[in-house]
């Protein structure tokens, strides 16, 4: 049995019982990554040499005190997540090089926590997809059937996890990119409220929605990760100043009384039946632990799709402006000039999907259109913003699936944008209503693929959020389930 | 349908600082035209008493003390730079 199969209370009391060592930990994640990742290929790249250094420096304070709370867990980082002397390309030929000279804020808060980070994980370009079949160097399988996607656009993060090449990841989520790929990949993923953890380091793709957070096997592992990285930092101003609450006491197992929102529009026509039947089955689950369920609607969410691809373009064609070939990245050779260096390096430095968000995004804040399409977008974002708001004056969580269908296969759908977009319905108004959301494994298709049930909860609310995931995973066994390899 | 034209797709990736084939503008001018179209389904909403949300939170002018820190060695700073010289990132001609 893998040590992974293990949660992180579990791995630590045998880490303290001289049972394994931090380097068998360190070895496990190795091990596992050289006999599947050829197949699943998460990473794109690996720290073993630091890693097992920090394994041995990390064993020798076993006995002292004040160790961090990820202690010797191994853990793996989207590669849009800034880390000092470990390249990080965002997935892009444009980066394909970048090898940082400062830390993210979170990539600073695994290692005081003594967390040991193994490598870079595989994700689309600037994440921007859901399938990570946008990635400019791999096409990560989803480890359930490699045929199929891991889902996106933190792919590698959730295949990695549900694979068991590691037991933790961080990825992030601007419009569903932890959660559709956690759901996918049949793991818990989370994206925290807007502001609850840095954006310091993350390379930005849409700077009013992204929010990193973290994937794991079991909702326990995930509420001591986001712990590890949650919190106000300096470097972010969007950081928001509010107390990070002691998460694991949350995981009581008690939702008595809770009150759940089901919106209708979550469990309409566009939404597989298959998809729906299993969220039924969760929600008796939930009833029968005490829980009472209405069904509410949410109106304006059926706009989120096209309120998000105008504002996360827009916001990405200003963040992108930054890669011109001049100061660090690709740049291209034989340009005549400066304007021309800049367009050759864009055009051969980002992928279509990049280049046809940036144009998106240039057209809607061009002279004469910004008014129509992106000051529109945000006077829709504030009527799906107020939906939420409406409901949790009433209701504790709102609960529907993470996505409309299982996985799907490899190449079916990258060829149409819109086809695609659609993909990420029921994640998107999370984003931009700045809410926190959990996917939690909720069982497999008709096909032996994963479905993920999704769980809402208020602004900063994340304990209520883990504490219903957790009872309803105590309560049933689908997150113990994993592919064949 | 909103139909853009490949003259607008051109216009528009100038402006984004994008080198762009005459097959490519046919392409994204497909492309972005039926998303454009997708998007204007937004103007089904009556939103003229609406305010735009620019952010989820309320919060407003975040400031730090304005005290400098220390500066990223220059030696480090240049690691990345595709060209440099003399301390200096290099670029092509700016200036004819």
């Known amino acids: ?95 394909g090089n970048f090898d940082p000279i400062y830390n993210s804020t979170v990539a600073d808060k695994l290692f005081a926590a003594d967390a040991i980070t193994i490598g870079k994980l595989n994700m689309d370009e600037f994440a921007m997809g859901s399938s990570t079949e946008n990635s400019h160097f791999a096409k990560t399988k989803n480890p359930w059937n490699l045929e199929t996607v891991p889902g996106g656009s933190s792919g590698g993060s959730a295949a990695a996890v549900a694979a068991g090449e590691v037991p933790f990841s961080l990825g992030s989520d601007t419009g569903g990119s932890i959660r559709q790929p956690a759901s996918f990949c049949g793991v818990v993923g989370l994206k925290p409220t807007y502001g609850r953890v840095s954006r310091f380091g993350l390379i930005a793709f ?60 979550y469990m309409g026509e566009g939404v597989s039946e298959e998809v729906r039947q299993s969220v039924r089955e969760a929600l008796k689950v939930l009833e029968g632990l005490g829980a009472t369920v209405d069904e509410v609607s949410l109106p304006h969410s059926k706009y989120g799709v096209a309120t998000y691809y105008l504002l996360s373009s827009s916001e990405a064609s200003a963040n992108l402006a930054r890669f011109d070939g001049i100061r660090y990245g690709y740049r291209a050779e034989n340009a005549e000039n400066l304007i021309d260096l800049y367009k050759k390096t864009r055009a051969e430095g980002f992928g279509d999907e990049v280049k046809r968000r940036i144009m998106l995004g240039t057209y809607a804040l061009s002279s004469g259109y910004y008014d129509a399409y992106y000051k ?51 994640t998107i108004p999370v984003n931009l209503a700045g809410v926190p959301g959990i996917s939690v494994p909720a069982g497999l298709s008709s096909s032996g693929l994963p479905l993920g049930l999704q769980i809402i909860g208020k602004h900063f609310d994340e304990s209520t959020v883990y504490r219903v995931a957790h009872a309803f995973e105590q309560a049933t066994d689908h997150h113990t389930l994993r592919p064949e390899l | 349908m909103t139909k853009i034209t490949t003259d607008e797709v051109k216009h528009v990736a100038h402006l984004a600082r994008l080198s762009i084939t005459e097959q490519e503008a046919e392409k994204f001018a497909d492309q972005l035209g039926s998303i454009i179209t997708f998007a204007e389904q937004l103007n089904e909403l009556d939103t003229s008493n ?11 002018n975040i400031m730090r003390e304005d005290k400098s820190g220390k500066g990223l060695p220059r030696e480090e700073v240049l690691k990345n730079a595709p060209d440099h010289q003399d301390g200096q990132v290099k670029v092509p001609t700016i200036l004819e």
């Open chain 2, 50 to 60: 609406v305010e735009p949300t620019t952010h989820v939170l309320e919060m407003k």
């Open chain 1, 206 to 265: 849409a700077s009013s929605l992204d929010q990193i957070g973290p994937i794991t096997r079991n909702v326990e592992d995930n509420a001591y990760l986001l712990q590890a990285i949650a919190g106000l930092d300096p470097n972010d101003s969007t950081s928001a100043n509010v107390e990070v609450p002691d998460y694991k006491s949350a995981l009581t197992g008690d939702i008595k009384g809770l009150k759940i929102a089901v919106p209708k529009e």
């Open chain 1, 376 to 426: 529109k977008a945000q006077q829709v974002r504030t009527l799906i913003k107020q939906d939420f708001d409406q409901i949790f004056e009433q209701y504790d969580v709102v609960v529907g699936p993470t996505t409309p269908t299982p996985s799907f296969k490899i190449g079916e759908k990258v060829d149409d944008p819109l086809t695609m977009y659609a993909n990420d319905i029921l």
């Open chain 1, 1 to 95: 049995m893998s040590l992974f199969e293990h949660k992180l209370a579990d791995l630590q009391g045998l880490l303290h019982k001289k049972e394994i060592t931090v380097t068998d930990l360190v070895r496990e994640s190795y091990k596992r990554i050289s006999e599947v990742d050829d197949r699943v290929q998460a990473f794109l790249t690996l720290d073993e040499e630091r890693a097992l250094a920090q394994a041995e420096s990390l064993q020798s304070k076993l006995s002292a005190d004040g160790q961090g709370m990820l202690f010797g867990m191994p853990v793996g980082v989207k590669d849009n997540i800034v880390t000092k002397g470990l390249r990080t390309t965002a997935a892009s030929k444009i980066l």
